[in-house]
């Protein structure tokens, strides 16, 4: 059973840094890509970034390219997500999801963690 847990979000003013973390409960990420998902209110999940786990070959949404930076610790198995320069439209619910097709589609992560809030301020 693969679970993923979150952590690191809260309220931050715009211009500052959060670095969200993804602890992945599996036995081997042979394979996986790690991906950053965001959902704000009334507003569709929007694809952040994703990492492949062996290689970390490393691919970004629009939005946050240039400013947030997705890695991995495969020892610890936790992914990070390292969020500067923060924007008032950052806010949203940051998931971390995993799965085996390195594409931007929610429907291609399998396994996901239940969000941590991100907020903010102007």
């Known amino acids: 059973q693969v679970q993923l847990a979150e952590s690191g979000g809260g309220l931050v003013q715009a211009g500052g840094s959060l670095r969200l973390s993804c602890a992945a409960s599996?036995?081997?990420?042979?394979?996986?890509?790690l991906g950053w998902f965001r959902q704000a209110p009334g507003k569709e999940r929007e694809f952040v970034a994703r990492?492949?786990?062996?290689?970390?070959?490393?691919y970004y949404g629009d939005s946050v390219k240039g400013r947030f930076t997705i890695s991995r610790d495969s020892a610890k198995t936790t992914g990070y997500l390292q969020m500067n320069s923060l924007k008032p439209e950052d806010t949203a619910v940051y998931y971390c999801?995993?799965?085996?097709?390195?594409?931007?589609?929610?429907?291609?992560?399998?396994?996901w963690g239940q969000g941590t809030q991100v907020t903010v301020a102007s």
């Open positions: 999801a995993i799965g085996r097709i390195p594409g931007i589609l929610a429907s291609y992560f399998g396994y």
């Open positions: 599996v036995r081997s990420f042979s394979s996986y890509y």
């Open positions: 990492i492949n786990w062996e290689d970390t070959n490393t």
